[in-house]
């Protein structure tokens, strides 16, 4: 926490978690924006294959896909991280943050 309040000290700080380390920062800076990024479940799973992570880390990863899915409604914004469109996903990110 000292880390992030130093850099929010600065100006805007950036943190990335799951949904219970949003919903935290959402109850302690009523000004956060909550950006959920996805993928869809088949490219998760070439891009786990391509880089090389071992079937147990796929499976797990996979395992709780749904259910992190399942979150995204509680996010200020939603965004889809699609194969081979980074620079498009980093656009609309700053679209959001410059709002």
Known sequence: RKEFEDKINIG??????????MSQMKKLYDNCVSIFIYANKEDVHSRMTSRGDSEEMINNRLNT??????????????VVNRQNEMEDTAQI???ILEE
């Open 12 to 21: 805007n700080a950036f943190f990335i978690c799951d949904y219970n380390g």
């Open 65 to 78: 896909y749904d259910a992190e899915i399942l979150n995204m409604a509680y996010y200020d914004e939603v």
């Open 93 to 95: 990110i700053k679209d």
